[in-house]
Structures are given as C-alpha cells and as structure tokens.
C-alpha cells in the first residue's frame, strides 16, 4: 500500500463529488424502496483491472446493482449499523481457471 499526499490537491473532494452526482429527490417509495412511479437507473459497473466495480449510495440502491454484488435482505437486517451507508462493491474475476 502507498499513501499519497494529496494537499497540493485542495479540490480532490469537490472533484471526486464531481464523480458521483447526487440523485434527484424522489417524494414517494414503494415498499421495495423505489420511487413511486419513476423507473429507477441501474447501477454502473466499472472495469477496473481484475475487478469489476460500483458504487451504491444507499442500501435501498441495491436493487438496482447487476445481481452478483447484491446482499440478502436478511444479511442487512442483521447489520443495522450500516443502515445509512453508501457502499464500494467489486467482483473478482476468474483468471486463468483460478480466483485470484
């Protein structure tokens, strides 16, 4: 691991948030967490080297991640801790026959 000083880079945050605009604030949800009414956008998945990746703001966006990233509802009912976070997921893929 490499740890980089990035205070000649004041903007970073404001760049980074550039990467991830905030979803419009939809009034109503159906019980499964989507707006009421409007189709929800699927997730983005990245390739990133080895891995395919995404972001997820909320547990609720889950849902509209491709399946492989996804969690049981029931494993999130045991993690209430983590129920207002947004979340980095990647998937490793296969190389040469073996997982790496």
Same mark, same amino acid.
């Given at each position: 691991?490499?740890?980089?000083?990035?205070?000649?880079? &004041?903007?970073?945050? %404001?760049?980074? =948030? !550039?990467?991830?605009?905030? *979803? #419009?604030?939809?009034?109503?949800?159906?019980?499964?967490?989507?707006?009421?009414?409007?189709?929800?956008?699927?997730?983005?998945?990245?390739?990133?080297?080895?891995?395919?990746?995404?972001?997820? &703001?909320?547990?609720? %966006?889950?849902? =509209? !991640?491709?399946?492989?990233? *996804? #969690?049981?509802?029931?494993?999130?009912?045991?993690?209430?801790?983590?129920?207002?976070?947004?979340?980095?997921?990647?998937?490793?893929?296969?190389?040469?026959?073996?997982?790496?």
């Amino acid at each position: 691991m490499r740890f980089v000083d990035l205070e000649g880079y &004041p903007r970073f945050f %404001d760049d980074v =948030r !550039l990467a991830f605009p905030p *979803r #419009l604030a939809m009034v109503g949800r159906s019980p499964g967490g989507s707006a009421l009414g409007v189709q929800a956008s699927t997730l983005e998945v990245h390739d990133v080297g080895e891995f395919e990746a995404s972001f997820v &703001p909320t547990q609720a %966006d889950f849902e =509209r !991640l491709d399946a492989r990233f *996804r #969690l049981d509802p029931a494993v999130w009912a045991q993690l209430p801790q983590y129920a207002d976070w947004g979340f980095a997921v990647f998937y490793t893929r296969k190389r040469r026959g073996e997982w790496i």
